[in-house]
């Protein structure tokens, strides 16, 4: 049981507290601190209970301590039988909603410890109470964060999913009528007049609409799932990407860097090539530029990526914008990793967006 330092007087407002602890106790902000008597009425209260609950010691001092607790627990007898455990075991620990002044809840962590004098009769209780809605919160937000990227793995087995199915299965489907269309124009061959054959443009057009939806197939299957991401890995998926983008978009641009032998989770793998998909795609709609350049590292600790443009820069209301879902998207991918996303202007020089990823979160285990 806890001993107490206090004099034998049986009024506890009245002790003399050692006035370096006093001194303590008041410095002390981040925790309530306060003694009750025997029966539960405040006796000392400190800035950190002031902070915490709202009241000044002028107005709680004397008044019972059930008027911290909700109205259900205050029926429900909750402030006495925890004063009953505390007496009956020296000490009583408990989580849950307390109530400030105002009114407002707190989701609070408490600790009631009795307090006996020389002679082991019970004076009175000391109880520090700590406000933990912050963590709460933050422990929501990571429950939040976790789940969206469930949903974010879920979305991404399913594009795997559809764009296998569309390669399998249609891609198949369409090799198949392209041989059968070639048999038939064999067939035709022997049967009707060259220069009949020559007129009928027909099978020649159908062959051609058949490559098309071939292409086709195979770039959405590989915008929903890029194949170079699965087999070679994030560098060369990277590689090619920006490859291609300086092809289809006469940007000239570089790939720089690598992550080695490093292997990546699913998530972040897919995640990184989502940024720098993004944000190549931002730079041929909004840049006007003439390079970009990927760089992907790292170092002991973290990935880092980036993605540079030498166009205009961003206009001076863009983080305004509500549908800048592409911005959002990357950030978002990013702090799902556990990482940081930043994006610097240079208003006429360009656009930086680079992401910093602790490696921990995005390595793959065996
Ligand atoms: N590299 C860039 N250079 C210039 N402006 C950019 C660049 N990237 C983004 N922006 C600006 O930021 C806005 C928001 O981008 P984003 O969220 O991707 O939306 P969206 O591309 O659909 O317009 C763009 O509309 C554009 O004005
Ligand atoms: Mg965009």
């Not at 330092?5 to 303590?24: G, K, M, P, T, V």
């Not at 008044?63 to 911290?68: D, E, G, N, P």
């Not at 209780?125 to 879920?154: C, G, H, P, W």
Request: glycine share 8%.
């Amino acid at each position: 049981m806890a001993q107490s330092q206090f004099s034998n007087s049986a009024n506890l407002s009245e002790i003399e507290i050692d006035h370096r602890y006093r001194l303590l106790i008041d410095a002390v902000v981040d925790y309530a601190i306060f003694m009750l008597d025997r029966v539960g009425n405040v006796a000392s209260w400190n800035p950190g209970a002031q902070r915490a609950k709202g009241y000044t010691s002028d107005e709680i001092v004397g008044r019972h301590f059930a008027i911290f607790y909700t109205r259900e627990d205050a029926e429900a007898g909750k402030p006495a039988r925890l004063l009953a455990a505390a007496k009956a075991r020296g000490r009583v620990e408990d989580e849950g909603w307390r109530v400030r002044k105002d009114g407002s809840r707190f989701w609070a962590s408490v600790i009631i410890t009795a307090v006996h004098d020389e002679t082991g009769e019970l004076i009175g209780f000391a109880k520090i109470t700590r406000d933990l809605t912050e963590s709460l919160r933050l422990a929501e937000l990571e429950r939040v964060s976790n789940d969206s990227a469930l949903v974010q793995q879920a979305q991404e087995n399913e594009r795997r999913r559809i764009a296998r199915e569309l390669h399998d299965d249609l891609g198949q489907r369409t090799s198949a009528l392209k041989m059968k269309l070639a048999l038939h124009e064999m067939e035709l061959v022997k049967y009707v007049a060259p220069d009949v054959m020559d007129r009928s443009d027909s099978i020649r057009e159908l062959a051609e609409q058949m490559d098309g939806l071939a292409t086709s197939i195979r770039r959405i299957a590989s915008d929903l799932r890029p194949p170079m991401l699965d087999d070679l890995g994030l560098d060369a998926a990277l590689d090619w990407m920006t490859g291609a983008f300086e092809k289809h978009y006469g940007v000239s641009s570089r790939f720089e860097g690598s992550i080695g032998e490093l292997r990546l989770t699913d998530l972040a793998a897919i995640s990184l090539y989502r940024v720098v998909q993004e944000a190549l795609t931002n730079v041929a709609r909004h840049a006007k530029a003439t390079h970009a350049t990927v760089a992907l590292s790292i170092d002991g600790r973290n990935c880092h990526l980036s993605i540079d443009d030498d166009g205009v820069g961003l206009p001076k209301d863009w983080s305004l914008r509500p549908d800048a879902f592409g911005m959002r998207g990357m950030r978002e991918r990013i702090t799902q990793l556990g990482g940081a996303l930043e994006i610097a202007s240079r208003p006429g020089n360009g656009v930086t967006v680079s992401a910093k990823v602790p490696l921990p979160r995005i390595t793959a285990r065996d």
